[in-house]
């Protein structure tokens, strides 16, 4: 039998444990059973205590994906260790991914995107600017291009609406 790509659920946040875990196994087997383990992560940019951070999550949450050569004894062990759940697949058996599939996550871990904001705003929700030259007015969201991570705002300034262009981390939510 060929490798094959697996998709393993694995518990939540346990991602890069069962991949180290896997690493670990195949070089413990040095049978080249287990040729590639992957989990595709995304750069976020989170703000915590006014300060940004960008922190790498998984792009499929509680999933790992293995490049194997499958047999019932390598698939068993796989699955009694710890935080993995289930290989994917149809009638309780590990089903390979297709060809199109695993092209597209392969894409996406090879042209990974520039960090993005972890927040996102809907249009007409609230916010308050809390920095800049429109500091401390609130404002009503007319779109947020995550891309480049700008507000466009809707800010009433002595009685008159103003449109105001402003980054995502010189507001808050309004509650």
């Known amino acids: 039998m060929a490798h094959q790509w697996y998709a393993i659920q694995t518990h939540s946040g346990s991602e890069l444990t ?3 875990a896997l690493e670990k196994l195949a070089l413990e087997m040095s049978n080249d059973r287990i040729a590639d383990v992957l989990v595709p992560t995304e750069d976020l940019i989170e703000i ?3 300060k940004k951070n960008i922190v790498e999550k998984p792009l499929y949450p509680a999933y790992a994906f293995a490049k194997i050569d499958l047999d019932t004894a390598l698939w068993h062990r796989i699955q009694s260790m710890p935080k993995v759940g289930r290989f994917i697949g149809e009638s309780k058996k590990p089903t390979p991914l297709s060809k199109k599939d695993i092209d597209a996550i392969l894409d996406k871990v090879n042209n990974r995107a520039a960090a993005k904001p972890k927040v996102s705003f809907e249009e007409g929700e609230m916010v308050r600017i ?8 609130n404002g009503i969201v007319e779109d947020f291009e995550m891309s480049s991570g700008l507000l466009k705002l ?16 010189q507001v808050e939510r309004v509650v």
């Open 18 to 20: 069962v991949k180290r």
């Open 48 to 50: 915590k205590k006014g």
């Open 154 to 169: 809707n800010v009433s300034i002595f009685g008159r609406n103003t449109p105001v262009e402003i980054s995502y981390t």
């Open 130 to 137: 809390k920095e800049g030259p429109f500091a401390n007015f």
